[in-house]
């Protein structure tokens, strides 16, 4: 299917997205449609670096235009003539520098396809969900029903109020008539006297019927709301709280707005409805008059369910969050921060009169060390409809900060338990009071618990007891959650990680990806579903290096350093170092894969195979590059310019193909600098680098290892990159790493020599790791060499660590 076309079918919120992009006078939303299927087949990258290219397709382009033109002529399409006349006079002003015309279309066609992935990412995240959905859409049309049901007793209970009151006011004059007549045969009185016994009787049946059709409405609204309130307002809650920590749940409330009004619509209707009868009563009634014994029950019943309806009606749509912060729910005293109140029963004539007021910690619990605090800034905002893109009631408080009480506050209490600062949970509360057709009801609302810190040092930790309790927890006032957590499932715990990457880079882990980490936490299991995941081994052992100091570690480089390459699918990332040697050594010479370290925090490493002179393949890696090194120099730039230089001098890049067979120019490429060689605005860093080699003299040629051979006779210093010689002086040489005897942790193999490579090491970043030097061990982690005399520190990316 063509783009265009592909384009014109998305939801509407992508094709909002389109609308925003062509609303711009660069290229007319008209002439990409007409001219769609042309636009999309020429070579628009090729016609923006060739000039004469550029001026035949500019030509072809007003030619189209002509030839829309005239089917606009025939058509006698006034409008459409003049738009299209008016586009072609606009695209000769590239006369003169056509390329920028076929840059300008490069530049929209780019931005479909960004629009494009959008919607197909949106789509895979949506079958991840396919059954779920199908309940819920189920569900969905169940409520439509029931209210369009409900709807329909509403009108018809109108109707029948008419008619009863009809009925009666015909009784009334009929009485009122007679009395001013003053009969006096009896004969005839006794006559009138039966008809007006018949047409009570009817008064009497019909009360009668309108009282039963009144309590069945009141049943529908009974059994709606118990549906609203204990089950779609539940599960919206329980959705919420994993949108909060980075599942792909749909949080929108416009659709229990649409039902929660309704409902409540209906129930001030049928309070009219009581008191219409009411005052029906008090014009007619009678003996054993139905509506006077069981009118106040209804009223009562009414009332009831509508305080239900509002009382669970107002809510927290967004919840708190900073607005340079991580993520909701974590907050950091005197730092402004956000949070958004919504009444989900919209009334246009309660626009700006109901008041919202903030407090903190309305039951703080009394345990040694908890802290309470103060909220400051802004504190009562009226529900408006002017500060939500829908329409609703809201009330957003942009300028709240929070200040921990000096006197009174922590440190006493009846409860010896002892929560750290990152496990106390606190709970921010609004109220606001609702008043409306004599009804007048105070609403309360509350937060998903909080985690409040002091400094940015406790930011990690504090994520990581957000991300727990959300994860567990459905009590959302359960403030003592860590005073007993609970331990997580491996489904569980799996779905909360790759959250955290779908939420930040929009491409979540897969099966394979999970199952490394699965491994990484359990051991090799034949299956990970009944093991169990407890919070101290989720982010407390092993402090400071934790596990989630070590996830986080790498989903915060990721999404700084590496989100489009993760979001293309080209780094594999969390798999184990035995699983890439298995799989690389099946594969040709020069495929290569980029994985996480599995021991240094935030840092990325990759490996490629070789074939040695027996033709056996040989796996080597590289120390992982950190942020000390990718911000000095982009990832893809650091393959690209990877190479080791062989005996005869012979530069040569051994990153060939990006498992599992791509070639790396088509993986990479596009992320490439378009400057290359002195021009690169990396070669500085690139340039200043030095290079080892080892001299391939003969198959008999010593060992490295060799006593007696003198490290001029093993290791030749080389110039940079960038052509320059090495300085004297300068950084130990491979000779020195081999002689101190340790071990280097990213090495793999046996301790044997490769007398027969050549190898190259960039001081940084561009390392090259001997896997013959250490023997192949599962359990060796990668980990800077620190505490060496022999070694001056280096960042990480240099085998010098």
Request: with cysteine.
């Amino acid at each position: 299917m063509a783009q265009w076309e592909r384009l014109t079918q998305l939801p509407d919120a992508y094709k909002q997205q389109l609308d925003e992009l062509y609303n711009r006078d660069a290229l007319p939303m008209d002439v990409r449609h007409y001219l769609s299927a042309w636009i999309e087949k020429q070579e628009w990258q090729r016609a923006a670096q060739d000039h004469d290219f550029a001026m035949a397709l500019f030509q072809v382009l007003l030619e189209n235009l002509d030839i829309q033109h005239s089917r606009f002529v025939q058509e006698e399409s006034f409008l459409l003539q003049h738009n299209i006349r008016r586009r072609k006079q606009n695209f000769q002003g590239y006369l003169d520098d056509p390329c920028a015309l076929a840059n300008t279309i490069l530049w929209f066609l780019k931005k479909e396809k960004e629009i494009l992935q959008s919607a197909d990412l949106a789509e895979q995240v949506q079958l991840l969900h396919v059954a779920e959905e199908a309940m819920e859409t189920s569900s969905q049309l169940d409520i439509e029903r029931k209210i369009a049901g409900l709807r329909n007793e509403v009108e018809c209970m109108e109707r029948t109020m008419s008619c009863l009151e009809e009925q009666q006011d015909e009784f009334d004059f009929k009485f009122q008539t007679y009395k001013m007549e003053a009969v006096v045969d009896e004969a005839a009185k006794r006559k009138q006297m039966q008809v007006f016994q018949q047409l009570i009787n009817r008064l009497d049946e019909c009360r009668k019927s309108t009282l039963s059709e009144l309590n069945k409405l009141l049943d529908r609204t009974d059994t709606l709301i118990d549906i609203l309130v204990k089950k779609e307002l539940v599960e919206w809650h329980r959705r919420q709280q994993k949108a909060c920590i980075g599942a792909p749940e749909n949080v929108c409330l416009d659709q229990l707005e649409k039902w929660f009004t309704y409902v409540a619509v209906c129930l001030f209707r049928v309070r009219e409805f009581l008191d219409k009868l009411e005052e029906l009563v008090g014009k007619v009634s009678y003996q054993n008059d139905p509506v006077k014994s069981q009118k106040p029950k209804m009223q009562k019943r009414a009332e009831t369910l509508l305080k239900d309806l509002l009382q669970s009606s107002f809510v927290v749509e967004t919840q708190p969050c900073m607005p340079q912060g991580k993520g909701p729910l974590v907050l950091r005293t005197n730092v402004q921060f956000a949070v958004k109140t919504r009444l989900l029963v919209k009334f246009p004539e309660l626009n700006h009169s109901m008041k919202v007021n903030v407090c903190m910690d309305r039951e703080a619990p009394q345990i040694k060390g908890y802290r309470r605090f103060n909220v400051f800034g802004t504190k009562s905002k009226a529900l408006n409809m002017a500060e939500s893109q829908s329409g609703g009631m809201v009330a957003d408080f942009r300028h709240l900060t929070l200040k921990e009480q000096k006197s009174g506050g922590g440190g006493k209490g009846i409860n010896d338990i002892s929560l750290s600062v990152t496990e106390e949970l606190h709970i921010i509360h609004f109220d606001t009071l609702f008043e409306m057709k004599g009804l007048s009801i105070e609403l309360q609302a509350s937060s998903i618990p909080v985690v409040i810190i002091s400094n940015s040092s406790q930011q990690q930790s504090a994520c990581a007891s957000v991300l727990w309790f959300n994860m567990l927890s459905v009590d959302t006032k359960d403030v003592m959650f860590f005073a007993n957590s609970p331990a997580a499932t491996w489904p569980q715990f799996g779905d909360m990680l790759s959250w955290q990457f779908l939420s930040a880079t929009k491409r979540g882990l897969n099966e394979a990806q999970l199952e490394m980490i699965a491994q990484r936490l359990f051991g090799k299991q034949q299956t990970y579903d009944t093991c169990k995941v407890t919070w101290s081994k989720f982010s407390k052992e092993n402090t400071p290096d934790t596990f989630w100091a070590w996830f986080d570690g790498i989903l915060v480089m990721v999404k700084t350093y590496l989100e489009d390459l993760w979001r293309d699918g080209l780094i594999m990332g969390f798999v184990s170092k035995s699983k890439e040697k298995y799989l690389l050594k099946k594969k040709q010479r020069g495929t290569f894969l980029l994985r996480f370290s599995e021991s240094v925090i935030g840092a990325i490493t990759f490996s490629w195979v070789e074939i040695d002179m027996n033709g056996e393949p040989d796996v080597k890696t590289v120390q992982p590059f950190n942020k000390v090194d990718l911000c000095q120099i982009p990832f893809q730039e650091i393959i690209r310019n990877f190479q080791i230089l062989e005996a005869e001098n012979i530069p040569e890049s051994p990153l060939l193909y990006l498992y599992p067979n791509t070639p790396k120019d088509e993986a990479f490429g596009k992320y490439y600098c378009e400057k290359t060689g002195s021009d690169s605005p990396y070669i500085q860093y690139i340039k200043t680098k030095l290079v080892f080699v080892s001299k391939e003299k003969t198959l008999e040629a010593r060992s490295p290892m060799s006593s007696g051979m003198a490290q001029g006779e093993v290791l030749e210093l080389m110039s940079g990159l960038g052509g320059e010689a090495a300085e004297p002086g300068g950084s130990p040489s491979l000779l020195s790493l081999l002689e101190t005897g340790l071990p280097e942790p990213m090495l793999s193999d046996s301790l044997e020599p490769a007398d027969d490579q050549a190898l190259m090491f960039f001081q940084t970043p561009f390392d090259f790791v001997d896997p013959h030097l250490l023997p192949d061990d599962p359990e060796l982690h990668d980990f800077p060499l620190t505490g060496f005399n022999c070694l001056p520190p280096q960042s990480c990316g240099s085998i010098f660590q």
